[in-house]
């Protein structure tokens, strides 16, 4: 089997890195300065970490690519440059594929529907899920220590669905996923609900 080191294979991520930059380039992480390329960085390497796979690792660069860039028209584009089994993980740790943000269906509704659709997701599907919501709930603990409950105002469900939906979306990635990733995401969701309660 090719490793990480073969060289088609450090190509195809690199076109990936450089893919994910430029779809992303000039967004920002909700009520920061910071670019939101440092999430998908940061997902990347908690991916790989675990055990990623080569279009494991290329699906956490895009999973936000096709929600937050361009919907249907962006999916189909990953699928023709990166395959099937990227496109289905793109499409799996996607709540919405509108093209424009304000046709998104609400808040609520999203992110109860993507709970639903955890219950039967695929494990690459459950592994960038899984990743992605680990490094936002640590983002969000760190923001929490450092700024206090304003954090909140930054999140469409604010203190009380954003909890919400953390506790619920780690609890299902756990009864789905079993391995040491989703323990390690419902600690991180355990602290953040104690910080937030105490705070």
Known sequence: ??????????????????????????????GTEIPYIAHILG??????????????????LLHDA???????????????????????IVLGCSDSLVEHPEDKLPWRERKEA????????????????????????????????????EVWERFQGKRDGT????????EALARRYRVPLTRDLLREVEELRHLADNH
Not at 4 to 14: C, D, G, H, N, P
Not at 19 to 26: I, L, M, P, R, T
Not at 123 to 134: G, P, R, T
Not at 163 to 170: F, G, K, M, S, T
């Open 43 to 60: 997902v990347t390497a908690i991916a790989l970490e675990y055990g990623a796979s080569e279009d494991e690792a290329i699906g956490a």
């Open 114 to 149: 993507y709970l639903a659709h955890i219950e039967h997701a695929s494990e690459s599907v459950c592994l960038v899920s899984a990743v992605d919501k680990l490094h936002n709930a640590r983002a969000i603990t760190r923001d929490l220590r450092m700024h206090g409950d």
């Open 66 to 88: 096709a929600e937050d860039g361009g919907g249907e028209a962006r999916l189909a584009e990953i699928r023709a440059r990166f395959g099937d089994a990227v496109g289905d």
């Open 1 to 30: 089997m090719p490793t990480w080191a073969t060289l088609s294979l450090v190509t195809r991520f690199e076109s990936a890195l450089l893919y994910a930059s430029q779809v992303h380039q000039g967004q920002r992480r909700k």
């Open 163 to 170: 909890l919400w939906y953390y506790d619920a979306v780690a």
